[in-house]
């Protein structure tokens, strides 16, 4: 152990001899790692966890329609309705979209993004709110719902100043009046990647405000469905039962479904949101980020190998008086992993 600490002394000691080539070798890799470390948080919020909130993100997958000029589409209500009657591959599926709407309190008002939603939202994704509850999946979808909403946490800190009897507060969206029920998570933000919603609304309120189609209307495709997969059900196995369900609509539905199809997304890639922008760009940069931080550890092994050329009288010295060839190597490789420890702190300074 007290040999350890003599090399990293001695270490320091060394990298303090030549300041200029330890500070340009530290920034190198300040700059590689740091270039990784923002590349790689981009990995984990798009791909590893597309949904912040939501626990079991792998088990989700994304709809869309696709037409006969092989434009993509939404899903419509009544599509939904009859994907969801698989219950023996799909736990359930949500549809929403996402609206910009008026809110006002008393003399307070602001523009705030809603999400209307069907009414299971919250219990397919197993989001619970830290106060009240969310909507009843059996009335929220009927016409004679109840003007309900549920508001995120950090609409309820700005908006309404952390109001510990929220629950009582009925407020309007544009003009409309909905009771507060539930605050939602402070770590959930929605269905659609780069988008935060201050608001989540019953879908079946899409009259109330004059925006998109009818729940009713087969061919009112404007829900962004999302599905959440039965336990042990994989992905190819969805996407056969969804090329099915395709087959019989196209025959039950022939006027609104005709050469039509559905497909379906891991939740990774779905077209609606940032994913759906990103995802290519989003790969190229890895791909970048990986060859720059590689280019710059070569040429820094370089820089290393011939700085220990010059070195050789030292170690020859070191040699003689009885230090062995393994503690020589120990002695090196603890300056490169000072060295390293350096350019991993840089790294770490840039990218947050």
Not at 88 to 93: L, S
Not at 309 to 317: P, V, W, Y
Request: net charge positive.
């Amino acid at each position: 152990m007290f040999t350890f600490w003599q090399d990293i002394v001695y270490g320091w000691r060394q990298l303090w001899k030549s300041p200029v080539f330890s500070l340009i070798a530290a920034l190198s890799l300040a700059v590689g790692v740091g270039a990784n470390t923002v590349v790689f948080s981009w990995l984990e919020s798009l791909v590893i966890r597309p949904l912040p909130g939501v626990v079991h993100c792998e088990g989700m997958a994304v709809f869309t329609f696709v037409d006969p000029t092989g434009e993509r589409h939404g899903l419509s209500y009544p599509e939904i309705q009859d994907l969801s009657a698989h219950r023996e591959i799909f736990a359930g599926i949500v549809g929403s979209q996402q609206w910009l709407l008026r809110l006002q309190d008393g003399e307070h008002q602001q523009w705030i993004w809603a999400q209307p939603s069907t009414g299971n939202l919250f219990q397919v994704l197993e989001v619970k709110p830290v106060l009240g509850r969310s909507f009843n999946p059996g009335s929220a979808d009927k016409p004679s719902a109840n003007p309900e909403i549920v508001i995120s946490y950090r609409c309820w800190e700005r908006f309404f100043g952390s109001d510990p009897k929220i629950l009582e507060r009925t407020v309007q969206l544009n003009r409309q009046s909905f009771h507060i029920v539930g605050v939602a998570p402070p770590d959930f933000y929605g269905t659609v990647g780069g988008l935060h919603f201050d608001v989540w609304v019953p879908a079946v309120f899409q009259r109330q405000f004059k925006m998109n189609g009818s729940l009713d209307d087969r061919d009112g495709r404007w829900l962004y469905a999302m599905a959440k997969l039965q336990p042990g059900v994989s992905f190819n196995q969805a996407r056969a039962m969804t090329e099915l369900v395709s087959r019989q609509l196209e025959k039950a539905y022939p006027d609104t479904n005709r050469d039509c199809s559905f497909r379906l997304y891991h939740i990774w890639q779905s077209p609606y949101g940032s994913p759906g922008f990103f995802n290519r760009l989003f790969f190229i940069l890895i791909v970048v980020t990986a060859l720059v931080l590689l280019l710059i550890l070569t040429n820094l092994a370089n820089l290393l190998l011939a700085k220990a050329t010059t070195r050789h009288r030292e170690l020859a010295i070191r040699q003689a008086m009885g230090a062995s060839r393994l503690r020589l190597i120990r002695q090196l490789l603890t300056e490169t992993l000072l060295l390293g420890l350096l350019g991993g702190l840089g790294g770490a300074i840039l990218a947050f």
